[in-house]
């Protein structure tokens, strides 16, 4: 077992006897909360350092002399939009991880009709799929029960898992299940793509988690953050399987 840290107040006993009463608290959580916290601060701000650093060598390799040179100069340009636009992704990821962190077990609770919900994410990402021929199927059992919960934060839910099964597929399928389960809704978003290796399952969920091929790929490592804590702030669970090169399986119990 993990060793405990303990806080002690030593308090000497006045009188003829003397002696000292020590007082133990035990604050290991605090201080893994702490450490959490201080690690989730560094990463951060390494990732947004990345492309700024980025940024400014290129404006500076302008300024000396690029902007003369149209082709590089246009090619430096759209270096810079694209960096631009990894900032903006990931000040809007932490943002989001934040206030769903903080307003953790505090959702909205109503009636979350699913069909909607899984609808408006499957169009978002219609002509994505359709680009990169992915099929995008969609299976729900006839009399689902709403869920309880934050239609918004539902519908992020479906984006994010859509964004990596279509990220990470080539030419195939992407089925989104539910089913009516005891006491709640059971959905599975498969894909028949690239995979997980095993070696990396278990950190997926960890904030700024990246694969090796996500890193040509785009993304915050923040996605998957983001769907765990709105799975289990409705009082869900969430699991996932894969295998290399055959396609991953997310599947969640959403409490109705
Ligand atoms: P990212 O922004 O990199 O997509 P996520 O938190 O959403 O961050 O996912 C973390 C990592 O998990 C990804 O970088 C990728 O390696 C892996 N991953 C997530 N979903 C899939 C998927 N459907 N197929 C293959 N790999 C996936």
């Given at each position: ?28 959580e ?29 404006i ?21 939009e694209?960096e631009?636009?990894?900032l903006?992704?990931?000040v ?19 009636p979350?009709?699913l ?14 799929a359709?680009q ?15 869920v ?11 984006i994010?898992l ?31 793509g ?19 091929k ?8 923040l ?20 295998k290399?090169?055959?396609g ?9």
């Amino acid at each position: 077992p993990e060793p405990r840290i303990f806080r002690v107040h030593l308090t000497p006993l006045r009188g003829p006897q003397g002696g000292v009463v020590a007082l133990f608290r035990d604050i290991t959580e605090r201080r893994q909360l702490e450490q959490m916290r201080t690690e989730f601060v560094a990463n951060a701000s390494h990732e947004l350092r990345t492309p700024l650093t980025s940024i400014r060598g290129f404006i500076e390799a302008l300024r000396d002399g690029a902007i003369n040179e149209p082709e590089t100069a246009r090619r430096f340009l759209g270096i810079i939009e694209e960096e631009t636009d990894r900032l903006t992704e990931l000040v809007d990821d932490l943002l989001k991880l934040a206030t769903i962190e903080e307003r953790r077990n505090m959702f909205g609770r109503l009636p979350v009709e699913l069909p909607g919900v899984v609808q408006r994410a499957v169009d978002t990402f219609a002509s994505r799929a359709r680009q990169k021929g992915v099929a995008l199927r969609v299976e729900l059992a006839d009399g689902l029960p709403p869920v309880i919960g934050d239609q918004k934060l539902l519908t992020q839910m479906f984006i994010n898992l859509l964004d990596n099964a279509v990220k990470f597929t080539e030419k195939g399928e992407i089925t989104i299940r539910a089913a009516a389960a005891e006491g709640g809704v059971e959905v599975e978003v498969l894909d028949t793509g690239a995979g997980i290796a095993p070696e990396h399952l278990p950190r997926i969920f960890e904030r700024f988690f990246r694969g090796d091929k996500a890193r040509t790929q785009g993304g915050t490592g923040l996605g998957l953050a983001i769907v765990k804590h709105i799975v289990e702030g409705h009082g869900g669970r969430i699991r996932v399987m894969s295998k290399p090169g055959k396609g991953t399986t997310f599947s969640m119990f959403l409490p109705a």
